[in-house]
C-alpha cells in the first residue's frame, strides 16, 4: 500500500518515537516493523495492517510500560514478553522498536551447543563494533554488546515477530543504522526483564 494515509501513519508513529524508516508514503518493512512495535505496546492483536482498533490508539496513544520506572534518566528496557525495546533519554521516551529475542531453541555451533536463551537481568553496554560482523552464529550488524563479546543489541535484516535469535536482541538493520549514537557505550544501563 502507499498513498497520503500511509505518509500521516509514517508521521504519527514517527511523532510517537516508533521509527518507520523514511517518511514516504510506502508500506513497507520499516513501517510494518513499527506497526508492530506500535501494537506490542498498546495490547493491540497482531497484525500485519492497521486495524480500526489501532487507529483509536494512534488517536489515544498510551505509553510503553515502563519497565525499570527508575532505572536512570538515560537507559535501554527491553520487554521479551511484548518483544519491544525501549531507549529512554531524560526519563522520556526517545525510540520504541520492534525485537526479536532468543527462541528457546536447541542450536549447536562451533563453540557449543545451548539453547538460545536472552538472559534476563540488569546489564550496561560494553563495546561497540561498527558494521558487518561474523560470529560463529552468523553476522550482527553495528552490535552494541552488554555481555561480554557474547550477547548483544544488533540489526539484522530478519527480525521476525516471533522470538528466533540465539539470545541476542535483534532489531531492525534500519534502526541499527543510528542506534548506537543515541547509546553511550560503555556504561548506558541495559534492562531485560521477561
Known sequence: ???????????RLAALRYYPGRVDGRFGPDTLEAVWAFQDTQGLHPRDAVSPAMQRALASPRPPKALVPHGGRLRVEVNLKDQVLVLYRRNHVALVSHVSAGGG???????????AITPTGDFTTLSFIPGQVTVPLGEMYNPVFFIGTTFAIHGDTHVPRRPASHGCVRIPAHIAAFFRTLVPTPGTPVYIRG
Do not use: D, E, I, T
Open 105 to 115: 531453541n536447541y542450536f549447536c555451533s562451533p563453540n557449543g551447543c545451548g539453547n
Open 1 to 11: 500500500m502507499r498513498g497520503r494515509a500511509v505518509r500521516l501513519l509514517q508521521r
